[in-house]
């Protein structure tokens, strides 16, 4: 099992960030309905789902980071 998360879409493919920056290319109908740049996946051979804890949890993360950066 890998986890991943969704950095782009080029035509019908989504460029996935796994673990450790490797990136791999998914065809986007192998994709989950409603997908989105920024989701989570987590991919179990041939099983993709949207991981909605994981893609919360980076969004604060991320959230939080752009906030110490823009402090006024």
Do not use: C, W, Y
Request: glycine share 10%.
């Amino acid at each position: 099992m890998q986890q991943g998360v969704i950095d782009r879409f080029e035509g019908n493919i989504a460029v996935v960030e796994i673990d450790g920056g490797e990136m791999k290319d998914i065809p986007k109908h192998s994709l989950p309905k409603g997908a989105k740049v920024g989701d989570m996946l987590i991919i179990d051979n041939d099983k993709i789902t949207i991981s909605k804890e994981g893609t919360e949890k980076l969004r604060k993360e991320i959230d939080d980071l752009m906030d110490e950066l823009f402090e006024d």
